[in-house]
């Protein structure tokens, strides 16, 4: 499932970015899914904190991942928008790609414009990803959109 699912998103990816001549066709499922940059980054020791210096995207910059207040089972991110008006949320997947249901409240949402670039979104555990290795989709939404699929040890 995870496969198929890193195969979409840099589909998608190469689609937004014009990697993919318009004479080569595509699917209709692959025009609409977000843009995505996937990484290579694995984060381990985050709960201390931990700068995230290579994940930069045109629309928004990862900055930095920490716990929050020594609250262990709260996950904190950090970044700048580069001033386009939208919204930054984050998500839980499993390594195998299924999304893990996040209650109401459990999730911040970061609001973010010309003049409000920098940002914090933060998200409870789920449960069933705690001491277990999963997947985080930090996205921005607005007129256009992205996302980083992080995987972090929880």
Do not use: C
Not at 110 to 120: N, P, S
């Amino acid at each position: 499932m995870f496969s198929i699912w890193l195969q979409l998103v840099m589909t998608s990816s190469a689609l937004v970015f014009g990697a993919i001549p318009s004479h080569v066709p595509t699917t209709t499922s692959a025009v609409w899914m977000v843009a995505v940059q996937e990484f290579d980054a694995f984060l381990q020791d985050w709960k201390k904190g931990q700068t995230l210096a290579n994940l930069r995207h045109p629309l928004f910059d990862l900055t930095g991942v920490s716990a929050v207040s020594g609250m262990m089972e709260i996950i904190r991110f950090s970044g700048e928008a580069h001033g386009q008006a939208g919204e930054i949320t984050l998500s839980f997947y499993t390594l195998e790609g299924d999304k893990v249901f996040s209650p109401p409240g459990s999730v911040s949402v970061a609001r973010v414009d010309e003049k409000r670039r920098e940002f914090h979104v933060t998200g409870a555990i789920p449960r069933v990803l705690r001491g277990r290795t999963g997947v985080v989709q930090v996205t921005f939404t607005g007129e256009k959109r992205a996302s980083y699929l992080l995987k972090v040890r929880f």
